[in-house]
């Protein structure tokens, strides 16, 4: 049986780990080998880089990042942020990601997906959905350029498109919760849940092990987490400690 | 590096990364190849796992590495296949049915039941038979959509449920062949990988 993963989430910008709330007001969190070395000790089951870069430094900066990266790590590495091309994911894999994820670039050119799975294998093809709850309703906007930008997409059904274009893993944020600590956002994880077959890395909002708990019980094979453990809110071993105490499979 | 001892078999856009870095974490640095001479003739092989069983299988046969790797294995040459490296060692797979495998390994790869997800992401815990020198009970890395069911005769098993039981890797005469990732599972994977070493450099010297 699988157990639930707990993926740190780094987002990187010019070379260090930043976080920010709802995508803004970003403040330095460390460095991105140190954190990934002390995640991978600590017990993370895998690890999401986040390259939020915006500029063509920064982008060269970042690949160097995963190289170095890389090089310690001995745990599965997803990376993603400003993926537009397959060139783009070649030069990832070739730094050393195991998984690409892509956003914007998929939701403007969903053929994008085809070609990487294609290319690529759907084990390293990762559609990265930022979806923000539309008011009052049980329906979630697909949301793009760093939440900047909405689209008019159902978030669902754009998830069951990606599977069926060859994703192989959906990393689900909700803008709404992103950096909040109110926990993340069920009906989101149930609703895109009920319409993939492949896994489901819930993300955005996590304070707490109940928090995590709930999220896998929503259907989430695995759950992204930053602030809180940047910041040293808690460990990946208390959480994993909790949760296992609550009865979720997890590697220890 | 005109005489490596331990080369990984490039092909195709196989994501090459990860397992260099493993090694070289053990003080090895690996060679990347695809002539069927330094597949035959290392002293170490790797078999890394390369996007689809039907792609994987021809771009082998258009470089004549089937047969060299095929004449390694029954020379009982110190190999490791990983994933889809694994897979490609077996008769067939229902994800090119159309395609032979190599055959070195009895069966066929079959996908999961449609209750679990799929491909099967994540950390399986893997049960090893007894005798298995190499491979370790514990929590190994797996992304796969295909597998084998069952272990052939005379092989060493360890095994792991994903909707239903299935082979997490298999121990031979010169083969140690792991569906899961060992270079991506954490210090149980490191662990694997330093005894390969360590015993494919012993079997060296004996023949």
């Known amino acids: 049986m699988l157990t639930k993963r707990l993926i740190p989430c780094l987002d990187v910008r010019d ?18 080998r140190e954190l990934a070395a002390a995640y991978e000790a600590q017990g993370a089951d895998e690890l999401v880089m986040l390259d939020i870069s915006a500029t063509a430094e920064g982008r060269a900066a970042c690949l160097d ?8 790590l001995s745990i599965p ?9 397959a060139s783009d994911v070649a030069a990832l894999l070739e730094r050393g990601a195991d998984k690409v ?13 085809d070609e990487f799975a294609a290319r690529f294998g759907s084990q390293c093809t990762v559609l990265a959905l930022d979806a923000a709850r539309i008011a009052d309703s049980e329906s979630w906007d697909v949301v793009i ?5 909405a689209t008019g997409i159902d978030a669902a059904d754009w998830a069951a498109e990606a599977e069926s274009r060859g994703a192989g893993e959906i990393l689900l944020t909700s803008h709404d919760r992103d950096g909040t600590g109110e926990g993340y956002d069920l009906d989101l994880i149930q609703a895109i849940a009920s319409r993939v077959r492949i896994p489901i890395i819930a993300s955005g909002g996590a304070r ?3 928090h995590l708990q709930q999220a896998f019980s929503a259907g989430a094979d695995a759950v992204l987490a930053a602030s809180i453990l940047h910041y040293k809110t808690t460990t990946l071993a208390a959480l994993k400690a909790d949760l296992a105490k609550a009865g979720i499979e997890v590697r220890t | 590096m005109s005489n490596p001892e331990l080369v990984i078999m490039r092909t195709g856009v196989a994501n090459l990364a990860s397992i260099t870095a493993a090694f070289r974490r053990q003080g090895i640095e690996p060679h990347l190849s695809s002539s069927p001479e330094q597949i035959l003739s290392a002293p170490m092989l790797v078999v890394p796992g390369v996007g689809a069983f039907g792609a994987a299988i021809s771009e082998m046969q258009a470089k004549g590495l089937d047969q060299a790797l095929l004449e390694r294995l029954s020379q009982g040459r110190s190999t490791l296949a990983i994933c889809l490296g694994m897979q490609i060692l077996f008769e067939g797979s229902a994800e090119s049915p159309d395609f032979k495998g190599l055959g070195f390994i009895p069966g066929r790869a079959t996908s999961f039941p449609a209750s679990v997800s799929s491909p099967q992401f994540g950390w399986n815990r893997i049960e090893t038979d007894e005798n298995c020198q190499l491979l370790q009970p514990g929590a190994c890395y ?8 069952h272990a052939p005769a005379k092989w060493s098993a360890a095994r792991a449920r994903h909707g239903e039981s299935f082979i997490a890797a298999l121990e031979g005469p010169g083969l140690l062949a792991c569906q899961f990732h060992p270079e991506l599972s954490g210090r149980l994977g490191q662990g694997i990988i330093k005894r390969w070493l360590a015993s494919s450099r012993e079997g060296s010297g004996s023949c």
Not at chain 1, 27 to 32: F, I, L, M, Q, S
Not at chain 1, 77 to 85: E, M, Q, S
Not at chain 1, 101 to 113: H, I, T
Not at chain 1, 145 to 149: A, E, K
């Open chain 1, 101 to 113: 994820a892509s956003n914007s670039a998929a939701v403007r050119q969903p053929e994008l997906l």
């Open chain 1, 65 to 72: 990042t995963v190289a170095s990266i890389r090089a310690e």
């Open chain 2, 142 to 149: 797996f992304a796969n959509s295909f597998k084998l069911d």
């Open chain 1, 208 to 210: 707490n092990a109940r």
């Open chain 1, 15 to 32: 070379g260090r780990v930043v976080k920010g709330v709802q995508f803004q007001s970003l403040r330095d969190a460390g460095d991105p």
């Open chain 1, 145 to 149: 350029d760093s939440g900047n930008q």
């Open chain 1, 77 to 85: 590495l997803c990376v993603g942020g400003g993926v537009r091309a």
